[in-house]
Structure formats: C-alpha cells, structure tokens
C-alpha cells in the first residue's frame, strides 16, 4: 500500500507547488492563528505554531482550485470527476497496526493529554479553543452500519472533550440509540487528512457503507487500519487519530458558541461527553484546521468541498428533469447550497423556468439564476448585467413558500418552520429581435496571415462584411487604410449598411 499518496503532507506540498499556500516560518501563537488563516484565500501553513512548535495547515480544501487538485482534474472537471468516482467502488484494505503511520507514536491511559494538542480560539466569541478539523468514525451498534461524518472538537480538560451531536446528523441518531440502549458510543476521530476524505465526511448519502465513500473518490483501494482501544477502522495514512467514546449519559455538557457555516455563530446546547482513551499519530504528524464560520464563506473548507458535491447534486436534478445545461455554479459567497447559478444553452432557454422547478426541489436551496451561456457564471459581474439587461421582475422573478428550513441556522424561517425561495430566469426573453441591439460587444481577434483578398472592394463582392472581417480579410494591422478605402466607395455610391452595420456594394 502507498501510505503517502493521500496523506495530507503529501497535497499540502502538492498545493505549494501551485502556489496555494502562504507559508510562515516564524513562531506564531495559537490566539493569532485566526487571524491569520482568515486574512488571505490561500491555505496558511504554520511551521512553528504555539509552545509545542506545531506544524499545522489550514484551509486546505477553501477553493476551486484547491479542491480540484485533490481530484487531480482542473476545476471546471471536478464536479463531473466526482460523479465518475461514485459510480465505481474501490475496495477496502485493513493493514495491521505496525505497517499503519498513523500508528507511528502511541499514547494511552494516564499518558494521554489533550492540552497538548492545537485546540486554539477559532472565532471571537467561540465558547472554548477546539479543533476543527475532526472526522468521525463509527458504527452504529444496531444496524452494524459504519457512519463517517466531520466534527469539531471543544476542549474540557485533559482526557475529555465536547462535539456537535445537537445538529441533525446520522451520528446524532446513531447516540440517540445508545442513550435509550445505555451503553456508549466508540468514537475515532481523524485529524489530518486528504481533502478527498474531508469531502467523503460531508455527504450524506444512500450507501451501507460510509467508510467505502472515502476509498470512491479517492478512486483507489483505502488502507485502513483498527483502532487500538476499540474496534474502529480508520485510514491508516491519517495524521492524527484521537480515540474514545461518548458516555451513555446523553447531552448534557454546554457546548459553543461557534462559528458555523452558516455564517453566524450557533448557540451553546448540550452536547456528550466525549473520553479520550487514546492518541495514535505519525512521527511527523502535521495538524489541521478547516476555515469554518468566517465572513468570507467563499474561503471556507466547507464551501471548497460543496462546490463539488452540490453541483454534482444539480447536474443529476437537471438531467433527471430532462434539462441539459452548458454549465452550473454554486455560489460559496454564501452559505454552503444555498444558492446557484445555472447556464443554459439557446435550445434550452425555453426550460428555464423548469430548472429552477427542479432545484427549488433540493432542500438546501434557496436562490437560483438561470442565465444563457453567452455569460461567464463565475462572474459576478456578467450575472448582475443579465438582471439588470435581461430579467423583467414581474414577469420572470419565481417566489414560492411552505419549503422546510433549518431551525437554529436560518434566520429567515417563520413560526411554522418554511422558508421561502427565489428563482431569476435571467435568459434572454423567447422572441427577442436578433439584431445588433441585442449582441453583446467584445473586442476583436484577428489572427495575423496573408490578404484573403485584394481590396475592400473585392472583399465585398464575396457577400456582405462587417468591418472586422475586411480587416481580417485583408490582414490590415489596424484597419485605418480600410477606412479611407470605404468612405471613397460610400462617397461614390458603391457602398452603403445593412441595418446590423454591415457593409455591402449597393448593386448587391
């Protein structure tokens, strides 16, 4: 097995290589580290950070860019390489403990001590330091299913901890079933890992087996390896591995404030409580932290990952409706899914109003704009120009109500729990004239070659021109001469222009 091809040291130096980190070198401490990791758009790499000298990385998974390379595909090619990837399973691989690098450096019983690893302040009125970069591993004891999940981490003291199990989520129920059994839940996080993996971590998906989603979109078999104090498999190329169980004893332990993804900061609620009962991490271990609940979600490890597996999720909602589009957007300035982009070709544009029928129908939607595919929808200049120039608000504006929200993350929802939702059909309106009027200007591109003809004349006894294709035509560097040319023949009465300002010979 090839423990390093999807170990988190091995894409981090991938990523400096593309010039997607910003390194420091200097001693830097834990507080400051926040601060830094927002204040840029690159993953920050810390070589020496707080008084254990850490080595840490951050925001590993916060772009196209970034997330795209784990797939190995440019950017626009993730979101199709994704959908590739989970239609073909790769196979699971348990390896013993003394092949595994995560098994490297072992810590158990009394030796064990969390104030020694980076939990740090992420967020200014967080309730406690925390790592944020958990993911867990788990079985549910009922079904025997393994579960996958991401998790933050909030410090208690030195062998316990606190996570989000308030929040909706497979795990949160799987602990509801050990609760009403009383018996505790084993728990192994992962901190360090591949954005493949983190990506894995987030679906929520209709598979028996959550641990074979890693080993898909890695699209390559997944050494794994057993936990040393329960019976937990965890990828054995991990950094990091913190083992443990949450007690039977239900939520009861305040957990938060924190930052969330949605882009406010959630609550504290009662929450387990999670025993540590080992640590198991490589020689070299290289820590990490998500961006997560910062003013600027489009840098958020969440987002990074979304961009992919959300418009996957829409490719399939439009192909199962019938609508083939040029291209989609998800829009990570804003909170993971909410919001989308569509392009569609001319064909299509008369299916506008059903592409956004069809994703009003994911429940994580909330805004959509269809635009036609003569517009970057990256941009958010050339979509606030397709509002504005394209889109009549009564007639083309899509409001409906009664879709279920997100209680304690969508400020928008009301006293029955809906929200509403939005759709733009920003396409250019069925009938409009195809005249200049209606073309969008750009700048010219003309090759150099040799004259196709010899004069302006000549050129336009081959049919109509517009002045762009005499200068082509007669390979003039700027079209200056041509000009002179055309106004002896308009001022002769050889020449004259067609309504979209072609040039013509009159007799023609």
């Not at 992919?308 to 083939?324: K, N, P």
């Not at 592409?355 to 429940?363: E, G, S, T, W, Y």
Request: overall charge negative; glycine content about 8%.
């Amino acid at each position: 097995m090839d423990f390093e091809q999807f170990r988190l040291r091995t894409f981090v130096d991938r990523l400096i290589d593309l010039g997607e980190v910003e390194v420091h070198h200097e001693p830097v401490r834990l507080i400051d580290l926040s601060r830094i990791i927002e204040g840029t758009p690159k993953a920050t790499l810390f070589k020496d950070a707080g008084p254990q000298h850490y080595e840490l990385v951050a925001a590993v998974s916060g772009s196209r860019t970034r997330v795209a390379a784990a797939f190995g595909v440019p950017p626009n090619e993730a979101s199709r390489e994704y959908l590739r990837r989970m239609e073909a399973p790769q196979p699971i691989t348990e390896v013993p403990s003394r092949e595994a690098p995560v098994h490297q450096m072992v810590i158990t019983d009394n030796d064990v001590d969390l104030t020694q690893l980076p939990f740090f302040l992420q967020h200014e009125l967080d309730g406690g330091t925390y790592i944020s970069s958990a993911i867990d591993f788990a079985v549910d004891p009922r079904s025997g299913k393994r579960n996958v999940g991401c998790r933050r981490l909030m410090l208690r003291d030195e062998r316990t901890l606190t996570s989000n199990l308030t929040q909706p989520s497979d795990l949160r129920e799987i602990y509801r079933g050990c609760v009403e059994d009383h018996r505790p839940l084993p728990i192994s996080f992962v901190v360090g890992s591949h954005p493949l993996d983190f990506l894995a971590a987030t679906l929520r998906v209709p598979l028996e087996d959550e641990l074979g989603l890693i080993a898909r979109l890695r699209g390559a078999p997944l050494p794994v390896v057993k936990s040393l104090t329960n019976d937990l498999l965890v990828p054995a190329d991990a950094e990091l591995v913190i083992e443990g169980y949450f007690d039977e004893q239900g939520w009861r332990v305040l957990d938060g404030p924190y930052g969330e993804w949605w882009g406010f900061y959630g609550p504290t609620h009662p929450d387990p409580l999670f025993h540590v009962t080992a640590i198991t991490h490589r020689r070299d271990v290289l820590f990490q932290s998500v961006l997560h609940g910062t003013r600027h979600l489009e840098n958020c490890d969440a987002a990074g990952v979304a961009n992919v597996s959300v418009e996957a999720s829409v490719w399939r909602a439009l192909r199962d409706g019938g609508i083939h589009a040029s291209a989609v957007y998800h829009v990570a300035s804003s909170p993971t899914g909410s919001q989308l982009r569509i392009a569609l070709p001319p064909e299509q544009r008369s299916k506008a109003r059903d592409a956004i029928q069809a994703l009003f129908a994911i429940p994580i939607v909330k805004h959509v704009t269809v635009v036609d595919d003569d517009l970057d929808i990256a941009s958010d200049a050339e979509v606030a120009w397709a509002q504005t120039t394209r889109l009549r608000p009564d007639r083309d504006v899509i409001i409906e109500s009664g879709f279920r929200g997100r209680p304690g993350l969508d400020h928008t929802i009301d006293e029955a729990g809906t929200i509403s939702k939005i759709g733009f059909d920003a396409t250019i309106p069925i009938g409009a004239p195809e005249d200049i009027d209606h073309w969008r200007p750009q700048p010219p591109i003309v090759e150099r070659h040799a004259p196709h003809y010899a004069s302006v004349r000549d050129a336009l006894e081959a049919g109509p021109k517009y002045f762009v294709q005499l200068v082509d035509g007669l390979a003039s560097g700027d079209g200056r001469e041509i000009a002179l040319q055309l106004e002896r023949l308009r001022s002769s009465g050889t020449v004259d222009r067609l309504p979209n300002g072609e040039w013509h010979l009159t007799g023609d």
